[in-house]
């Protein structure tokens, strides 16, 4: 196992943190020093090196482990503890599954640091969300459905990672425990709706690693105490 599968694999809670939405500079240490177990990068959309850069530049000040989730290739910055490599399993198209990704070593593959990189098979769910509208992701699956991708993920592709993604909104209850109940190797990441510690405990009953977005933006303090809720849940 890589250091950087084993740094993952401790995950319980994470904040993750779009480069193109401003967070003030106490807000961000409130974050960074918040116990949270990493801080995870990335966005759908208005992504651009330069913020990126600087975003990155602001959470190492406070040491805690930091990873870029790559969504746009101008924006790969260099210096992050590790890369997560998202795909999208539940796109029609392909490009969301291999193909950006071949793109990407052809131009760059003699740069790559391969040691760095972990794959995410993702499963997204919310329709309303952006990143089921920049990948056409079909979002009405059932839960045996989406408890189909996870095993495929999980069992075909050995993927280190299946993040189930409802962006936005909480997720649907049999389904996460479907998801559940199909993985068993790769590490579950859930994400979408955990706005305080009610969700957060049940998401942390049904995944390995909670994901925890949109609410810092709009409630800092219900953000943080996330990481408790989270925390003082049993670990899977």
């Not at 997204?124 to 495929?152: C, E, F, K, P, Q």
């Not at 068993?184 to 990441?189: I, P, Q, S």
């Not at 955990?194 to 810092?216: C, M």
Request: hydrophobic share 45%.
């Amino acid at each position: 196992m890589t250091v950087v599968r084993q740094m993952i694999e401790t995950w319980r809670h994470v904040f993750k943190l779009d480069p193109d939405r401003a967070i003030s500079e106490e807000d961000l240490r409130a974050v960074c020093q918040s116990g949270t177990d990493g801080i995870l990068v990335g966005g759908s959309t208005g992504i651009t090196y330069d913020n990126t850069a600087r975003l990155m530049s602001g959470i190492q000040r406070y040491g805690v482990p930091c990873v870029l989730e790559v969504s746009d290739l101008s924006a790969v910055v260099p210096g992050f503890d590790a890369y997560l490599i998202p795909m999208v399993l539940n796109s029609p198209d392909p490009a969301w599954i291999v193909g950006h990704h071949r793109r990407a070593v052809e131009r760059y593959g003699d740069f790559i640091p391969w040691e760095l990189l972990l794959t995410e098979g993702y499963i997204v769910l919310n329709g309303n969300s952006a990143v089921a509208r920049l990948t056409g992701a079909d979002t009405g699956l059932s839960a045996d459905g989406a408890a189909a991708y996870a095993h495929i993920a999980d069992k075909l592709m050995t993927l280190p990672i299946v993040y189930l993604e409802y962006s936005g909104s909480f997720g649907d209850a049999e389904t996460m425990q479907a998801v559940r109940e199909a993985v068993g190797h790769a590490r579950l990441f859930y994400g979408g709706g955990v706005t305080g510690p009610d969700q957060a405990k049940l998401a942390a009953s049904l995944a390995d690693t909670v994901v925890v977005g949109n609410i810092i933006y709009t409630d800092i303090g219900r953000a943080l105490s996330t990481v408790e809720a989270v925390k003082s849940d049993a670990a899977i």
